[in-house]
C-alpha cells in the first residue's frame, strides 16, 4: 500500500477517536505531513505520535471518514470482509429469499463501518451512492465485490453518486450503471408493488427507511379518511388502502411523484377510486382541510442538512405539525417524522410537543418510529441515527 499521509490531531483532540467515532473535524487537525487529494487514505495520529486510525480525506467540516481503528492493510480482502459482513447481517434479518419483500438497504454507511457508502437492493439491481471522494473512487471495485459475494442474486450496480459527491471535489460525476442494466424494476415489500425508477427518483428511488412504519400506518386506516403529506411514490398510501382506508390522498409538490404515487396504486388495486393524488404545494393544500381527515402522515424531506439550518428547520416541523394538529378531526392519528439528521429525536419531540401546545389540541403519543434494522447506527456514532417519528393520538 505504500506510506501514507499522517494527519497528526491537535493535543486533546482524539478522545472521540479513542471512544470509536468515524469522523474526524477539520477543526481537530494540526498538521498534515505531506500533500494529499481529496480520497487519498490516510493514517491519524495523535498529538503524541500514537496511531489511532485509518480513513479517507476530504475536503470539508468532516475531513476524515475512519474505516479502521487498526493499522490494518485498505486492500481488497479488507473491503470483502466488510461487505460480507454486512450481507450477513441483511441474511440475519431474514431479507435474502424473503418472498414478501425484495428491496432493503444493504450497506448503511456508518452503520456498517464503510463511512460514505450506501447500497440499495432492488429486486437484484443494487443502486450504490457515495457520498465520499474516497468511496467514489473505487466504486468498481466495490460492485466487483459485490457481485463475487451476492453471486447471481445481482443482476446489475447502478451508480446514483450524481448530486452527493462534494462539488469542491472537482471530479464531474455522472449517474450510470457499472455493470448490468435495467432501467427500473417492480419491488415487493410485504407483497406491495411498487415501481421503482433509480434514475430519476429521489435517494436510491424510493425511502425503504419507512418500511416498518408503513407496515404499522396499515393497523390505523380501516374505514378511515387518510392524508398522506409529501407522499412521494406513495408508499404510505398504498399501505393505507391495503388498511381498508375510505378515502386516501397522496400529496406531493412534484407532478412525476405523484404520477408515479397513482401507478402504484394502479399496480396493487384494480379499483383505484378510493385515491387521489395532487401536485401541490403542502403548506397551500393544508389551509382548507378542516375536519376532513382521521389520518395525517407528515413525512417531509430533510429540512435541515446541516448545523447551520438547524434553527429555521425545527420552525418548519413546528409550523407544519401546527397546522396538523388544528386541522385532524378529534380522535384522529398523526404520522408525523423528522428525517433529518441533524435535528436530534429530543429536538424533534420539544417541537411537536411546541406544535400540540400552540394547537390547544389534547395529544398522546402511542409509538415512537425509528428507522429499520436494515439501516443499523453504529453505537459510537449516534449521529447515524436520522430518522425520528411520533405516531400520536389527538383525543379532542
Aim: hydrophobic share 40%; net charge neutral; charged share 25%.
Amino acid at each position: 500500500m505504500g506510506t501514507l499521509t499522517k494527519i497528526i490531531l491537535k493535543k486533546g483532540k482524539e478522545q472521540s477517536i479513542r471512544r470509536f467515532h468515524p469522523w474526524i473535524f477539520s477543526g481537530a487537525i494540526e498538521e498534515i505531513t505531506s500533500p494529499v487529494e481529496e480520497g487519498d487514505l490516510v493514517e491519524v495520529y495523535s498529538h503524541d505520535q500514537e496511531f489511532l486510525a485509518i480513513g479517507h480525506c476530504q475536503v470539508g467540516t468532516i475531513a476524515v471518514r475512519i474505516l479502521s481503528f487498526e493499522p490494518v492493510e485498505i486492500n481488497d480482502d479488507f473491503w470483502k470482509q466488510k461487505i460480507s459482513a454486512a450481507c450477513s447481517l441483511r441474511q440475519e434479518l431474514g431479507l435474502f429469499l424473503n418472498a414478501q419483500t425484495n428491496v432493503f438497504r444493504l450497506i448503511h454507511g456508518e452503520g456498517d463501518g464503510m463511512p460514505g457508502l450506501i447500497v440499495d437492493f432492488y429486486n437484484g439491481t443494487a443502486v450504490m451512492q457515495m457520498h465520499s471522494i474516497g468511496m467514489y473512487l473505487i466504486r468498481e471495485k466495490l460492485a466487483a465485490l459485490l457481485k463475487e459475494i451476492l453471486g447471481n442474486r445481482l443482476l446489475a450496480v447502478y451508480d446514483k453518486s450524481e448530486g452527493c459527491i462534494p462539488e469542491k471535489s472537482g471530479i464531474e460525476v455522472k449517474n450510470g450503471f457499472i455493470s448490468g442494466s435495467s432501467p427500473e424494476t417492480i419491488v415487493l415489500e410485504y407483497g406491495n408493488k411498487f415501481k421503482i425508477n433509480w434514475e430519476e427518483g429521489q435517494k436510491t428511488g424510493f425511502f425503504i427507511d419507512q418500511r416498518e412504519n408503513r407496515r404499522l400506518l396499515q393497523q390505523y386506516t380501516a374505514d378511515k379518511t387518510v392524508l398522506n403529506m409529501f407522499g412521494y411514490t406513495g408508499g404510505f398510501s398504498v399501505y393505507a388502502m391495503r388498511g381498508g382506508a375510505s378515502l386516501v390522498h397522496t400529496v406531493d409538490v412534484s407532478e412525476k411523484a405523484v404520477e408515479l404515487a397513482s401507478e402504484n396504486v394502479a399496480l396493487n388495486f384494480s379499483d383505484t377510486s378510493r385515491h387521489k393524488a395532487f401536485a401541490t404545494d403542502a403548506f397551500e393544500f393544508m389551509r382548507d382541510i378542516d375536519n376532513r381527515y382521521d389520518v395525517i402522515i407528515l413525512d417531509p424531506p430533510a429540512f435541515a442538512k446541516h448545523n447551520s439550518a438547524l434553527h429555521n428547520a425545527l420552525q418548519g416541523y413546528k409550523r407544519l405539525n401546527t397546522i396538523a394538529f388544528k386541522k385532524i378531526k378529534a380522535g384522529g392519528i398523526l404520522f408525523t417524522f423528522s428525517c433529518s439528521q441533524v435535528v436530534s429525536r429530543d429536538d424533534f419531540r420539544k417541537i411537536v410537543f411546541t406544535a400540540a401546545a400552540i394547537s390547544g389540541r389534547r395529544v398522546r403519543i402511542i409509538h415512537q418510529l425509528e428507522q429499520p434494522a436494515d439501516h443499523p447506527v453504529n453505537i459510537f456514532h449516534p449521529e447515524g441515527e436520522y430518522l425520528k417519528g411520533l405516531v400520536l393520538y389527538i383525543e379532542k
